[in-house]
C-alpha cells in the first residue's frame, strides 16, 4: 500500500509494467524478491525520494579514459547523470545500484555480498557499498553487476543466501566478476603474473620485444626515428667533438699518465655503446676530470713501486685500461643486483669537498708543465707528493721557469675565460645567443698549433703534443686485454681507486640522466592525407617517446661501456652533464648524436692524428686548468648555504676532505670522507626514533608529546605511557630501544640527560602501549629484542598493549605471532587498532581511568579561574556512558569546550600555565605532573 501513497514519474507505469513482464520471464533463484518469504519488488520503491539522489554520480570515479567499453552513449543510469526523476527500478542493473548506497545490511546486493564474502574469509576489512569505478582497469561497478547479472540468471535484489555460498566454488565467483577485479582485487594473480595479463589487455602479442625495447632501447627509439633529427644530432656531434677532442687528449697525457690516443678511444665506443643500452636520449658520456686524475694516480704509484718505466707507454695503457675495466665490471654488477638507489649513498658535502679537491689537485698539477718544470719534476718525488709538495717544488724550482711556455699556457687560460664570460654574458641577449656555438676551445687549439708549426715554437723550448699513436706499435683499436698474468700486480693499486671511479662516475652520470629525463618531448597532432584522400590524424613528436630513465639500466649500460673501454685500454668514461647541455642546446634530441660522436672521432683517429703533431702541451693543460676552476667556483655557493641554515657539521665534512687532500693525499681525502660519511650513516640508522605520545585537547587525536607540551597543547594520559615507533625495525635501530624506553619513562623525552634524576612517577607507566603503525618491517632480531622488553615490562607487573596493528596477514604480524609476543601480551585481545580502543582495555585493567584525570583537571582548571566546573559531566572516552538527557549532553559539550579552550592558552603564556597546573597539582596530592606532563 505504500508503494500506491508514492508519486511516480511520467512514464512510470509503462516502464514497470515491463520491468514486471521481464521479471516474470526469468527463471526465479532462492532469495529472489518474488520468491516466497521475501518482500516484494515493489517494497524497494516505499523509500524512494521525490528527487532523485546524485550520490552515485558524486561518489563515482571518472573511468580510465584508456576504457572503450565506457564512451559517452552509454545509457547505464548511474554512469550518467540523469536530468529526469527515473520512473522505476526497470532492470536488475538499475535496481543494484539503489541498493549500492540505500540498501540495508540484510538485503546486500549481488557484488556486496561476493566482497563481504571474501573478507571475511580473508579478515580484511568489509568494502563500502558504494558505486566505484577501477581506473585503468577500465571496469565500472555497473558494468561489474551487469556482467556478472548476465552470466547468473534469476539475479534479484537479493543474492543466494549463505547455504547457495557454501555449494559454489571461489573459482567459479570469481570468473563472473571482470578481470580487472579478479585479477588485482580478489583472489592471487593468474599464472603468469601481473605483468602478462596487462599485456595481453595492451594488445601486445610479441612478449619478447616487449623485453627487448625496454633492456635495449636502442631497438625502441631507432624505429621513431626521422629524418628531421639528422640536422641537429650532426651539428652538435661536430661541436661537441671541437671541444672535446683535445680535451681527450689533454685528459690522457696530463691527467692519466697515459698515452693520448688513449684518450680518443674514450669517445670512440663509450658513447656508441651508450646509445644503444642507455635510458637518456640526450646525455653524452665521455672522460671526466676526476676519473682521469685517479687513473694516473694508480700509474703514478706504479712507477713509483718500480713495476712500469716512466717512458713504457704500453704499460701505463693496460695499467689504466685495467682501472676502466675493473669500474666498468663494478657497475656493471650493481645494476645486475639491482642496485640503483646507491647513487644517495654519498652526501652532497662530501662530494662538494671531494669535487674541489680534485679541482684544487688538477689546478696544482698543471702548473708544472704550464711553466716546463715537468722535466725537472720527472726524477723528483716531492713533485708527485701532496699538493703541498707540489707547491714546495715549484716554490724551490722557480728560477727554472720557462717563461716563453708560461707565457702561452696563461695566455691560452686568459683567453678562455674572457671567452666564457663573454658567453655567459651575451647568451641571454635574442640576436647575440649563438655566440654560444663558437668552438673557442677548438679555434684555440688549431691557431697555437699552426703558429708552432709556423715559427717552429718546439726550437724555441715549447712542448708539443708529438707522434700521437697507439703504444707498441699497435694498430688503431686493436683491442688489448688488460686483465693479463702480468699485471695482476697491479690489481692492489686498481682494485680500491675503480670502486671510487665506479662510485663517483655513476653519481655524476645519474645527477645528469636526472636533470635530463627523458628529452622533455613536446607532442602535437597533425592532420596527414593519404594516397586515397582521405585525413588521418597523427601524433609526432619532437623527440623520443617511450624511453623512461632507470638508474639499474644506467649502471648496466655504462658497466658494459666501460668494460669494452678497458678491453682498449680507454680511459674512465661516464655521463656528464656539461658536455649533455651543449649537446642540448646545440639540436641534439636523439642518441644518435653520440653515435655521431663517436663517428667523428673514429675520423679523427684514422685520418688528423698527423696534425696534432704541433698542438703545444701547455695549451692543452690550460684547458684542463680552467676545467679545474670550474670545479672550484661550484664550492662557494654550498659553503654559503650550509653557513646560513647552520649545516656546521656539513660544512666541517667539506673542510675536513678539501684538508685531507691538500695535505695528504687525493686518496687519503676520499678514505677520510667516506669514513666520516659511513659513521653519519650508521648512527642515524641505528638511532631508535621512538616518541611519547599524548591527547590533544578535546579530540581524540594523539600527536608527539615532545613538540606539542611546550606549547601547552597537549594531555599526558594518567597511568599510561603510549610509545609511538614510527620505523621499520631491524637489527641496527633496535640495539638501543630499552634505553630509549628506560629514558621516556624517567623524564618524558628522549633529550633528557641521563645524569638528572628521575622526573616521571612510576604510576603513569602503569600502562605501556605502542603504537606499531609506523613499523613496515621487522627482521628476526629487533623481534627478539622486543620479546625481551615486553617480557620484561611484563615481569615488572606493567600491562603491555598494542595498537594500530598491521594487518593479519602481513609479515609483521605473523612474526609477533611466532615470536611469542602475541602470547606474552596475552593473546590478540589486547592488540588494538586504535589508541582509543587501548585506553578503554587499560580502564577494565583497573590502572585508573582516563575520565578521573579529565575531572581532576576540570576541578583545577575551575580553582584557578574562580569558577566549579565540577557539576559538569566529565569527558571520558567511553562512547554511550552518558546517561543524561539530550539538553544536559549539549550542556555538558559546550561546558567541555570551555575546558577545552581554558586547557589551551596562548603560545606567551603557555610556560606560566604548565608551572601553575602543576603547582596545583602537588598541593592536591598528585604525582609530579612537571615531569609526566610537561616533560612528556
Request: hydrophobic content about 40%; glycine content about 8%.
Amino acid at each position: 500500500m505504500a508503494s500506491n501513497n508514492t508519486p511516480s514519474a511520467p512514464g512510470s507505469s509503462g516502464s514497470s509494467s515491463k520491468a514486471s513482464t521481464n521479471a516474470d520471464s526469468r527463471p526465479r533463484s532462492p532469495g529472489s524478491p518474488t520468491s516466497p518469504g521475501t518482500p516484494s519488488r515493489m517494497s524497494f520503491q516505499q523509500h524512494r525520494p521525490n528527487q532523485p539522489s546524485q550520490l552515485r554520480v558524486s561518489h563515482m570515479p571518472s573511468t580510465s579514459p584508456d576504457d572503450q567499453r565506457s564512451q559517452q552513449g552509454s545509457d547505464a543510469p548511474g554512469i550518467q547523470p540523469q536530468d529526469h526523476e527515473p520512473t522505476a527500478i526497470t532492470n536488475t542493473e538499475a535496481r543494484h545500484q539503489e541498493g549500492a548506497i540505500g540498501a540495508s545490511e540484510e538485503t546486500p546486493n549481488a557484488a556486496t555480498a561476493l566482497l563481504e564474502r571474501y573478507n571475511r574469509d580473508s579478515e580484511q576489512t568489509v568494502r563500502p557499498r558504494r558505486a566505484r569505478g577501477y581506473g585503468s582497469f577500465a571496469s565500472t561497478y555497473a558494468e561489474t553487476l551487469n556482467s556478472f547479472e548476465q552470466s547468473r540468471p534469476g539475479l534479484g535484489a537479493r543474492y543466494e543466501t549463505s547455504d547457495d555460498f557454501n555449494n559454489q566454488t571461489r573459482g567459479g565467483i570469481i570468473e563472473h566478476l571482470p578481470d580487472a577485479v579478479s585479477e588485482g582485487l580478489l583472489g592471487k594473480p593468474k599464472a603468469h603474473g601481473v605483468t602478462s595479463w596487462l599485456r595481453e589487455r595492451a594488445g601486445i602479442k610479441e612478449k619478447r620485444m616487449m623485453y627487448i625495447h625496454y633492456y635495449v632501447p636502442f631497438t625502441n627509439w631507432i624505429q621513431q626515428y626521422r629524418w628531421q633529427f639528422l640536422r641537429g644530432d650532426l651539428i652538435a656531434a661536430i661541436t661537441m667533438a671541437s671541444f672535446y677532442v683535445p680535451m681527450a687528449l689533454s685528459y690522457a697525457s696530463n691527467l692519466s699518465h697515459m698515452p693520448p690516443i688513449n684518450g680518443l678511444y674514450a669517445f670512440v665506443f663509450n658513447p656508441f655503446i651508450y646509445a644503444i643500452l642507455g635510458t637518456c636520449p640526450q646525455m653524452i658520456v665521455g672522460p671526466e676530470a676526476a676519473g682521469s686524475l685517479l687513473t694516473g694516480s694508480v700509474v703514478v704509484e706504479a712507477i713509483k713501486k718500480g713495476h712500469i718505466r716512466d717512458d713504457d707507454g704500453m704499460k701505463a695503457a693496460q695499467v689504466g685500461g685495467m682501472v676502466t675495466g675493473i669500474a666498468g665490471a663494478f657497475i656493471l654488477i650493481a645494476g645486475i643486483l639491482r642496485l640503483g638507489f646507491l647513487d644517495s649513498v654519498l652526501s652532497r658535502p662530501f662530494l662538494r669537498g671531494f669535487i674541489s679537491s680534485i679541482g684544487l689537485v688538477i689546478f696544482i698539477n698543471q702548473l708544472l708543465p704550464e711553466m716546463g718544470l715537468d722535466k725537472a719534476a720527472e726524477n723528483s718525488v716531492r713533485a708527485h707528493g701532496s699538493p703541498l709538495d707540489t707547491l714546495m717544488f715549484i716554490s724551490d724550482h722557480r728560477h727554472e721557469i720557462h717563461k716563453f711556455t708560461a707565457g702561452i699556457s696563461f695566455g691560452a687560460v686568459a683567453v678562455i675565460l674572457f671567452m666564457r664570460e663573454l658567453k655567459r654574458r651575451l647568451q641571454p641577449l635574442p640576436k647575440l645567443n649563438w655566440v654560444v656555438f663558437i668552438p673557442d676551445r677548438c679555434i684555440i687549439v688549431v691557431l697555437s698549433a699552426v703558429l708552432a708549426w709556423r715559427y717552429d715554437w718546439q726550437s724555441k723550448g715549447l712542448d708539443i703534443l708529438g707522434d700521437i699513436r697507439p703504444p707498441s706499435g699497435l694498430p688503431i683499436f686493436q683491442p688489448h686485454w688488460p686483465f693479463a698474468q702480468e699485471n695482476f700486480k697491479h690489481v692492489n693499486d686498481a682494485f680500491e681507486t675503480a670502486f671510487i671511479v665506479a662510485l663517483l662516475g655513476f653519481f655524476e652520470s645519474c645527477v645528469a640522466a636526472k636533470s635530463l629525463g627523458s628529452g622533455n618531448v613536446k607532442t602535437e597532432v597533425v592532420h596527414k592525407t593519404r594516397k586515397d584522400g582521405t585525413v588521418e590524424e597523427v601524433e609526432e613528436s619532437d623527440g623520443i617517446r617511450g624511453i623512461s630513465v632507470s638508474s639499474n639500466r644506467e649502471l648496466v649500460a655504462l658497466g658494459v661501456a666501460n668494460i669494452v673501454g678497458g678491453a682498449f685500454m680507454a680511459i674512465p668514461a661516464f655521463g656528464g652533464y656539461g658536455r649533455s647541455k651543449i649537446n642540448v642546446s646545440t639540436g641534439g634530441k636523439t642518441p644518435m648524436s653520440s653515435v655521431f660522436l663517436s663517428l667523428v672521432t673514429v675520423l679523427c683517429t684514422v685520418f688528423l692524428l698527423p696534425y696534432f703533431y704541433y698542438i703545444p702541451k701547455g695549451v692543452l693543460c690550460a684547458m684542463i686548468t680552467v676545467v679545474s676552476i670550474s670545479l672550484l667556483e661550484e664550492a662557494p655557493h654550498d659553503i654559503i648555504f650550509f653557513w646560513q641554515i647552520g649545516g656546521y657539521i656539513e660544512l666541517f665534512l667539506m673542510l675536513l676532505v678539501f684538508l685531507t687532500t691538500f695535505f695528504w693525499s687525493l686518496r687519503g681525502g676520499i678514505i677520510v670522507g667516506i669514513i666520516f660519511s659511513l659513521i653519519r650513516l650508521m648512527k642515524h640508522a641505528t638511532r631508535p626514533r621512538v616518541q611519547i605520545l599524548g591527547r590533544v585537547p578535546g579530540t581524540r587525536e594523539f600527536e608527539n608529546a615532545e613538540l606539542l607540551a611546550q606549547e601547552g597543547r597537549i594531555e599526558m594520559v594518567p597511568n599510561s605511557l603510549i610509545v609511538k615507533i614510527p620505523e621499520p625495525l631491524t637489527f641496527a635501530n633496535t640495539g638501543s630501544l630499552k634505553d630509549r624506553l628506560k629514558r621516556l619513562e624517567d623524564y618524558g623525552t628522549n633529550y633528557a640527560h641521563p645524569a638528572l634524576p628521575t622526573m616521571r612517577s612510576k604510576e603513569n607507566n602503569k600502562n605501556i602501549i605502542f603504537h606499531i603503525h609506523g613499523v613496515t618491517g621487522m627482521d628476526y632480531a629487533a623481534a627478539q629484542v622486543l620479546v625481551e622488553i615486553v617480557k620484561e615490562y611484563k615481569d615488572r607487573g606493567h600491562g603491555v598493549y598494542f595498537c594500530r596493528i598491521p594487518p593479519k596477514k602481513s609479515k609483521v604480524w605473523k612474526l609477533l605471532e611466532k615470536a611469542g609476543i602475541v602470547d606474552l601480551c596475552g593473546g590478540e585481545h589486547n592488540f588494538f587498532r586504535t589508541v582509543d580502543e587501548a585506553l578503554r582495555a587499560a580502564e577494565k585493567r583497573g590502572m585508573g581511568t582516563f575520565q578521573e584525570y579529565l575531572e581532576e583537571e576540570e576541578r583545577a582548571v575551575g580553582s584557578a579561574s574562580g569558577r566549579d566546573f565540577r557539576s559538569a559531566a566529565p569527558v571520558g572516552l567511553e562512547e554511550g556512558a552518558n546517561t543524561t538527557s539530550a539538553a544536559e549532553r549539549n550542556d555538558n559539550s559546550e561546558v567541555a569546550n570551555l575546558i577545552d579552550r581554558t586547557l589551551t592558552p596562548p603560545l606567551d603564556d603557555a610556560a606560566s600555565f604548565m608551572q601553575g597546573l602543576s603547582e596545583m597539582s602537588r598541593q592536591h596530592g598528585e604525582a609530579d605532573v612537571e615531569g609526566g606532563f610537561s616533560r612528556g
